[in-house]
């Protein structure tokens, strides 16, 4: 699904109105009465028996706020709009809704913070709709303003809030927030979804969100190109590799590991059952030999190899040579999970990269052993190399994702050329030509240690098997996440474990075999 930037959204406008010559008016209807229906299907009662309230801005926004403020009176609704812009600000389209309304008894009113049969009133609301600001907004919301003050009254409320095309406060192109934000459970959006409802605290703020046609040409919709969409589960059924009826074990691809220390040793464990559990033919599993018995009994269907150690368990350079021939008789390394932050045993994971052409999955200690080494990903351009960093990882490699992950992601990966993995609540994989892709599945779950060590482990696997790289990165995330779903759904996102979620990984393939039947 395609994620559309707000200049997109102001060019689809413009062409459906100017071009095609529908009238504003027109789409502006069509969406107020998509806002409406979404706030008449979170009534806990006949319509007549709730209450709503509509907090507008002047903008085409409050248009469809107003709009559906009336839809929902004719419905039969107690409804009350208020208004925290300026009245003589209202847009042409804006102040034909209020027409309309008036016309049906219900009057415009002025907001007033200070007003406390206002404030009573809202919260005896069973939903709110917000209309405050759309996708236009590109400030911080003054702290002090009648928009601040609304979209605090609005959050301190019980009722179900319903967002009119994004809520308000949400940065539509990177989800960050503009001084304060509304919280909304959902958000109807119009013709496309936006970046920033699917990236950053955008993401948890926009609710479900639901797209709507308000009656752009569905050309217009299709001819909009976008340089960031979100994974689905087609994406991650073409990046499945498919199985040979008659292959063997070296037909579906070799994966060398390297990981662990003295107290991780369940890291490259983990590592390695998701990569064999995820249909890989042969993984290869290089530990210190300090932990290596540990390894050997806990990974019986992969192959722990013992690496020379010192000081009790620290992985040695002098590893070096082994790994490079063990590594020309695989497709793909998975380089870092649990291998502890040792120089010794980052200038190993620096010389590896440096020297190994064959494409390599770069996970925890060894993502932390660039810092201050970037230049050693810059020399693998030209060499698939995928990156998958939590938040404070990719800080030590000089990224920034706070605010805008999306951006931050594709800026990383188009100077690095490598792809990144950007791991979160929306984890964003992010390719060497500026495509970003962003996830959609997955709960707080996964939010324990040995999560990413599964996903290391997933991505290799596929890649191994054949998917593109890209392609292994974004559609890996999804069905980690997918399986981290089902697994909470007897387990509960509190019981779920790394080892769960890779337990659950065959119910995804299932699934997603299942859908080309």
Known sequence: MKLAAAAQMRELDRKAIEERKIPSIDLMERAAAAVAQAALDALPDKPGKCRAAVFCGAGNNGGDGIGAARLLFLMGLKVRVFLAGDYDRLTPDAMEETGRLSECGVELESFDPADKTQAAWTRGCQVIIDALFGVGLSRDIAPDSTYAAAVDLINSCKATVIAADIASGVEADTGRVLGRAVRADRTVTFSLPKTGQFAGDGAVLSGNVTVHDIGIPPALVRETVCSAQTVEADFAREALPPRKRDGHKGD??????????????????????????????????GVPDAIWQVEAAKCVSAMPFPLESWRGGILRRKALPVLLKKLSACGVLALGPGLGRHEETANLVRDLLTQAEKPVVLDADGINALAGHIDILDSRRGRVTILTPHGGEFARLGGDPAGDPVGAARAFAQE??????LKGHRTVTAGPKGNVLVNTTGNSGLAKGGSGDALTGLIASLLAQGAGPVMAAAGAVWMHGRAADIGAETLTEYGLTPEDVIAALPRVFLELQEDLK
């Open 252 to 285: 579906f691809g070799k994966v060398l590991i390297v990981g662990g220390s003295v107290g991780c040793t369940g890291a490259p464990c983990l590592t390695a059952s998701a990569a064999v559990r995820s249909g890989c033919g042969l993984v290869y599993l």
């Open 416 to 421: 690095h050329g490598c792809i990144l993995v």
